[in-house]
């Protein structure tokens, strides 16, 4: 019998210094009768080159033993490359720990090569960090372990400086708790430093909205968002000791860091859509939509946009490693991904963008 899976889309039209962003989910396996569970720990990490890397340290509690697996998603030739790495841990019981990444970060397994944010950051942001907290004891409404939020998102989002934008980012909760989204706090060491960009707020509800300004904001800006799960009544988490712990719907149930770039271009004649800036078109999956996958059967996602002022010559995702990636024609693109052995059970969050040149004039 097929294992099935949930494939979640996103869509979006639009010293080194070599950091594009991260993030990271998790997701339990094997809960043993002795207590130990593996949880996979599934996170993308972005840089200017395919060459620069990254390492993730046990920041509290016990993180147990882990393998990883670090493959390439996808590619924009000298600007980015995003890789997806899947950590899997086995930790002795379900008590909370921390995972975290940083600016040069050295562990016992590697240091990183991708240094700080990329050049240019106009909201005074260089180094980064990044902290997971995950939290795997067995919820009461359940009777399993806590699973983060599901999301992903590409390395770095563009925006005219003239047009008003709002980014839906992908939140998806498998538990079915209610998702949240904030800036990072510095004072709870989150990001160091914070200082969100001025002209961009995030909601609650996980909407980032652009708002527009002159071409004097030009440029790339560090956006450092936290994403919680909050359950939506009170539960009772099991502790290995066997008390009970209640947590309220305003009690964060784990966390997980989303981290990118935004990137402000000059001005264009027109902030429509579908003229300098590209529109979606059917069958194209809607935003958020959530694609039911079977392992070892090719999932195929058809992707159509136009832009009548511009050029659509490209597209860009952000998703599980091995999914490829075809334009046909001008506008019409088609993504192909077949899940592995092992990924019954999940979810995998993807998103993707259309490019739009201008068109020159002979």
């Given at each position: 019998m097929c294992g099935v899976l949930l494939l979640l889309l996103l869509l979006c039209s639009s010293q080194t210094n070599h950091f594009y962003g991260t993030v990271m989910t998790f997701t339990p396996q094997d809960l043993r009768n002795n207590g130990s569970v593996t949880v996979v720990c599934r996170y993308k990490t972005s840089f200017r080159s395919c060459s620069d890397g990254d390492a993730w340290d046990c920041a509290g509690g016990d993180c147990g033993s882990h393998t990883l697996e670090l493959s390439?998603?996808?590619t924009l030739d000298g600007d980015w490359c995003q890789k997806e790495g899947v950590m899997r841990?086995?930790?002795?019981?379900?008590?909370?720990?921390q995972l975290r990444s940083e600016s040069h970060l050295s562990t016992s397994v590697s240091h990183l090569s991708g240094g700080d944010w990329i050049s240019g950051v106009r909201n005074g942001v260089r180094s980064w960090l990044a902290i997971t907290r995950v939290d795997l004891r067995v919820r009461s409404d359940l009777g399993q372990p806590n699973r983060s939020p599901q999301t992903t998102v590409l390395p770095a989002?563009?925006?005219?400086?003239?047009?008003?934008?709002?980014?839906?980012?992908?939140?998806?909760?498998?538990d079915g708790d209610e998702v949240k989204?904030?800036?990072?706090?510095?004072?709870?060491?989150?990001?160091?430093?914070?200082?969100?960009?001025?002209?961009l707020?995030?909601?609650?509800?996980?909407?980032l909205t652009f708002h527009s300004s002159s071409s004097s904001s030009e440029g790339p800006y560090a956006v450092q968002v936290e994403m919680e799960d909050f359950p939506k009544q009170n539960i009772s988490l099991l502790q290995r000791d066997g008390v009970k712990i209640t947590r309220t719907p305003?009690?964060?149930?784990?966390?997980?860091?989303?981290?990118?770039?935004?990137?402000?271009?000059?001005?264009?004649?027109s902030c429509t859509d579908g003229l300098y800036l590209p529109k979606f078109l059917p069958p194209t999956p809607a935003s958020r939509a959530q694609l039911v996958a079977?392992?070892?059967?090719?999932?195929?996602?058809t992707i159509k946009a136009e832009a009548t002022s511009a050029q659509v010559s490209g597209v860009f995702f952000s998703g599980p490693h091995g999914t490829t990636k075809q334009e046909v024609s001008e506008g019409h693109f088609l993504?192909?991904?077949?899940?592995?052995?092992g990924s019954e059970e999940e979810t995998h969050p993807m998103c993707f963008v259309v490019r739009a040149v201008k068109r020159s004039l002979v």
């Open positions: 390439v998603v996808d841990r086995r930790v002795p019981d379900t008590e909370p720990f989002l563009r925006v005219p400086s003239n047009c008003r934008r709002d980014f839906d980012l992908l939140a998806f909760d498998p989204c904030r800036y990072g706090d510095a004072g709870a060491q989150e990001c160091n430093p914070c200082r969100p960009p001025s002209l707020t995030v909601s609650p509800s996980c909407t305003s009690d964060a149930l784990s966390k997980i860091p989303l981290r990118f770039a935004l990137i402000v271009d000059p001005a264009v004649p079977f392992v070892n059967l090719n999932l195929e996602i993504l192909n991904w077949t899940p592995p052995e």
